[in-house]
């Protein structure tokens, strides 16, 4: 389990096929914050963009770790296939605050942002999500971006699509990846947790990417 409060950001390095075809899916290896693996243990889960990842190998001293993606994660994420800058997430604790909302590192769906501008002292940050995650989106709600736990601000629901708004404070700008994207950036997203399970109860089916 995960709190949407970003920990630190990091870069994948490298990312190295595992076999011979698309099959295989890939060994990243990630450079990390000075410090920042000093807690890690092997076995241990790091989210990647939101994207829950297991820790196959780490070097304390030299601030990197790997992480092996299936092809099926690399299908149904954004951001994970190729070098860059990605945000960083420890798994909960079970006496850590709760400064989020609940996250379990599953990717429901990639969004596509339509408008990134500076309002004021912050940033409007507008995103097209799949028509499926649709009924799970509600004004003052949450959502996770890219592994970030944010509140939606506006939600206009179109035939094909449904866009949200969210307004980013610098801070967050300042402190996560959500300050490099740009319209046409694909992102990851997972609902609410509570949301889904509401869903479930009701007798709904669960989104379908």
Not at 9 to 22: E, H, Q
Not at 125 to 147: C, D, E, M
Not at 175 to 199: F, H, K, M
Request: charged residues 20%.
């Amino acid at each position: 389990m995960f709190t949407g409060i970003i920990t630190g950001v990091g870069r994948i390095v490298d990312a190295s096929p595992l076999g011979a075809d698309a099959s295989h899916g890939q060994r990243l290896t990630i450079e990390a914050p000075a410090g920042y693996l000093d807690d890690v243990a092997l076995g241990d889960s790091i989210a990647l963009n939101g994207a829950c990842m297991t820790v196959t190998s780490f070097d304390a001293g030299n601030r990197r770790f790997t992480i092996d993606i299936s092809a099926e994660s690399l299908d149904k994420t954004a951001g994970l296939g190729e070098p860059g800058p990605v945000n960083l997430e420890k798994a909960l604790r079970a006496h850590d605050r709760l400064g989020g909302h609940l996250v379990s590192g599953h990717v429901d769906g990639i969004g596509t942002v339509t408008h990134f501008e500076p309002v004021g002292e912050s940033w409007e940050l507008r995103i097209s999500a799949p028509p499926a995650l649709a009924r799970f989106l509600a004004y003052k709600g949450s959502i996770t971006v890219n592994g970030v736990s944010l509140t939606v601000n506006r939600v206009v629901d179109h035939q094909l699509s449904c866009e949200f708004s969210i307004n980013l404070i610098p801070h967050t700008i300042e402190n996560t990846t959500l300050g490099t994207l740009r319209a046409g950036s694909r992102i990851n997203l997972e609902i609410d947790l509570i949301a889904r399970y509401v869903e479930r109860m009701l007798g709904g089916s669960l989104p379908r990417h």
